[in-house]
Nanobody, 128 residues
């Protein structure tokens, strides 16, 4: 079983940057596709970005494309989310999640139900 622990949350000013880390333990995540989701108060959890098991494929929500970058270091069993040009709409709890790699991942990466294990989340608040 894989345990995920996110870090990197906090208070950041509008236009600022932040990097989330998702450290996995229990087993290697090298055969897992990984994703980042977020949930703002009163809203449903939504997909932000995802990366294939080897890191060769990445996917982004339209709202973060060009501002956020997902990456992974399988040697460190860690996934990252680099966030730039943050705005108030990015305020949310950010979650890391994973699932076994599948060929169809590109067509399902954004679905919450596709992921088997989740972290506890880390809060990001963007303030002016």
């Amino acid at each position: 079983q894989v345990q995920l622990v996110e870090s990197g949350g906090g208070l950041v000013q509008t236009g600022g940057a932040r990097r989330h880390s998702c450290a996995a333990s229990g087993r290697s995540i090298s055969s897992y596709s990984m994703g980042w989701f977020r949930q703002a108060p009163g809203k449903e959890r939504e997909a932000v970005a995802a990366v294939t098991s080897a890191g060769s494929g990445t996917y982004y929500a339209d709202s973060v494309k060009g501002r956020f970058t997902i990456s992974r270091d399988n040697a460190k069993n860690t996934v990252y989310l680099h966030m730039n040009s943050l705005n108030h709409e990015d305020t949310a709890v950010y979650y890391c999640a994973g699932r076994p790699a599948v060929v169809r991942f590109g067509s399902v990466w954004f679905r919450v139900s596709e992921y088997d294990f989740w972290g506890q989340g880390t809060q990001v608040t963007v303030s002016s």
